[in-house]
């Protein structure tokens, strides 16, 4: 014959099973915060001012992945300061890699393949074409872009210059520097060719 003792011994033990495949506890024990009344975007709150539960970013919050930029607005690249600005990455066969797909995608349309300032769309383009001293208005290959420092070069795709408009929404910060890797090889290369 079964014991009570083992009749309640095996009903508690059913109960206390029965009671771990709940889902929906029935009794919430202290739920502090669990249940916390969650806005919709774009919903009404009462509680804010504006009457709206959008929040502004704090001032001066970044975007994940992105980088303020100390020289936003300076629009004489002459003049560019080249503090803060030298290129972080090495000029090796991985990041000239990268620097030539990006270069060819966001660049060569307009400054050739070889940054000779002869891309595709220039020739339907009169002013893209306006020669100035020493080539082509595009040129990345003159005395003058030569010259320039990577800071230099690196604020004209951020910032654009003149005719040329900011390409920072389309080319992430590391992949400027590691296409500046890239323009100087062009520009070894077109000293190296110069006159041929
Ligand atoms: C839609 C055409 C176009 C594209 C694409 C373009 N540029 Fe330019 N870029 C120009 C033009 C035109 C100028 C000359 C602007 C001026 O002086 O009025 C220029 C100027 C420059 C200069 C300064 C040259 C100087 O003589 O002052 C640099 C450096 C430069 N571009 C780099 C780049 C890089 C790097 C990319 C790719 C991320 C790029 N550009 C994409 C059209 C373009």
């Known amino acids: 014959m079964i014991s009570l003792q ?6 508690l033990a059913g109960l206390i099973l029965w009671n771990c495949e ?5 009794m919430e024990y202290m739920p502090d915060m669990a249940d916390s009344p969650a806005r919709e975007a774009q919903e009404a709150d009462s509680n804010f001012p504006n009457n709206t539960s959008l ?13 303020p930029y100390e020289y936003a607005g300076f629009t004489d690249v002459e003049k560019l300061p080249n503090k803060g600005l030298t290129n972080p990455y090495k000029s090796d066969l991985v990041n000239l890699k990268r620097g030539e797909d990006r270069y060819q995608t966001y660049c060569s349309p307009c400054h050739g393949v070889r940054g ?4 595709t769309v220039v020739g339907p383009a009169p002013r893209l074409n306006a020669p100035r001293e020493d080539g082509p208005m595009a040129t990345l290959v003159s005395t003058k872009v030569k010259g320039f420092s990577d800071g230099q070069i690196y604020h004209v795709i951020t910032e654009g210059n003149a005719l040329m408009k ?31």
């Open 55 to 67: 929040r502004l970013p704090p001032v001066g919050a970044v975007p994940q992945g992105h980088y």
């Open 116 to 119: 000779q300032g002869n891309g």
């Open 22 to 26: 709940s889902k929906t506890p029935p």
């Open 6 to 11: 083992r009749i309640f011994a095996l009903s």
């Open 166 to 196: 900011s390409y920072a929404s389309q080319v992430p910060t590391e992949d400027r520097w590691k296409i500046i890797l890239y323009v100087r090889k062009l520009q070894e290369y077109d000293n190296r060719t110069a006159g041929k």
